[in-house]
């Protein structure tokens, strides 16, 4: 195998979900010819990469397998995608969903491929029929600080063990929500929690990776305009 050019590493990333802009930006300095390296743990790229190669007139030569890792390897050719396009097609995408009432005071939500259920705005009862728009309000923060976190640490090779976040929110009159007063606000009021974090990984690395993806979170940075958040970092070695 010829030495390659450039090495970009798109961690536990698929095809569908940002690696191949990951490497069109790396491509994109490249001369026609040549060779770039492209890193991944993701199983399906086996696949997927080949398949975008063809059709992307790149030439695909071939991986190599490792013990964490699997290297592939891309000769550029001369009808690359133009990255610009890409990027701003990217940068314009719109996500939708649609939401259906249903029976007993829930809505089912329909999102892509997936349809979900969800209940009352802000239902506190211990069991419920379906998540109410609160929880997912708070699982969709989560879920974006969680997996967020382990996308750029993948990006960066950083070993991690475990990861586990617990969010708390309250509103300021949950009363009003419910037209049991009419005096009072129904916004959620704040948010806190703690954000736990195993790996071997030095206190110095895990800190600023979390920085950087409450940096870099879309949900985060969209709630903390108005609500005030506070999770801790913890970390256990």
């Not at 199983?43 to 063809?54: G, N």
């Not at 990984?201 to 940075?221: G, Y």
Request: proline letters at 4%; aromatic letters at 8%; one cysteine or more.
């Amino acid at each position: 195998m010829e030495i390659p050019h450039a090495v970009c590493d798109g961690g536990d990333l698929d095809c569908g979900s940002g690696l191949l802009l990951i490497i069109k930006k790396a491509m994109d300095p490249l001369l026609d010819g040549q060779i770039l390296e492209v890193r991944s743990r993701e199983r399906t790229v086996a696949e997927d990469l080949p398949a975008w190669c063809r059709m992307v007139e790149h030439g695909f030569l071939g991986s190599e397998p490792g013990e964490n890792t699997t290297r592939y390897f891309i000769r550029k050719g001369s009808a690359q995608a133009e990255l610009e396009q890409d990027l701003e097609g990217a940068k314009g995408y719109q996500w939708s969903v649609r939401v259906r009432g249903e029976r007993d005071l829930t809505a089912k939500v329909h999102s892509r491929n997936q349809t979900f259920l969800a209940g009352q705005p802000a239902d506190f009862s211990p069991k419920v029929n379906a998540p109410s728009a609160i929880d997912y309000l708070l699982a969709s923060l989560g879920s974006c600080l969680t997996v967020g976190y382990k996308a750029q640490a993948s990006k960066r090779n950083i070993e991690i063990d475990n990861l586990e976040l617990a969010l708390k929110g309250g509103l300021d009159n949950v009363l009003y929500h419910m037209e049991l007063e009419d005096e009072g606000n129904p916004k959620l009021n704040q948010i806190f929690g703690t954000f736990y974090v195993s790996s071997p990984e030095s206190e110095a690395a895990l800190t600023d990776l979390w920085e950087n993806t409450l940096e870099r979170s879309p949900i985060f940075q969209t709630l903390n305009q108005t609500v005030k958040i506070d999770i801790k970092l913890s970390i256990v070695f």
